[in-house]
């Protein structure tokens, strides 16, 4: 899968359709650490006993993977990138009440591969 961020793709795989690696600038980096908050933890608290989604903890992650993932595009963009592949997320806990997400792949620079149409990414 590949997406593109501004001017860089960002592909899970390590490859870009339709393109070839022409340097590899090393890894590029992009990481947040997020608390949950006392009154998040209480609202949630709350939902537990109800069950069912606690949407206060699924829009704060998704914020913090939005900003680790910008954070990596920002940093592969600083090191000349025009694409970021072999795309990761991962996520640490740093203490009870606070989560660090990392998104990490190689920076690289691609171009058209010779004779390939137009590959589309979203």
Partial sequence: MAIREGDVIVATT??????????????????TVRSRGLGGRFLAGLRALAG?????FTELAEQARRQAIE??????RSL??????SFRL?????????????????????????????VVVE
Wanted: charged share 20%.
């Fill in 14 to 31: 390590p490859y870009v359709p339709g393109h070839r690696v022409v340097k590899v600038l090393g890894i590029a980096l992009g990481i």
């Fill in 52 to 56: 069912g989604e606690i949407t206060e």
């Fill in 71 to 76: 954070r990596m595009v920002e940093h592969a």
């Fill in 80 to 85: 000349g990138a025009n694409a970021v592949i």
């Fill in 90 to 118: 991962d996520s640490n806990e740093i203490s009870e009440y606070m989560d660090e997400i990392i998104a990490y792949g190689t920076a690289v620079v691609v171009e058209p591969e010779q004779g390939a149409g137009r």
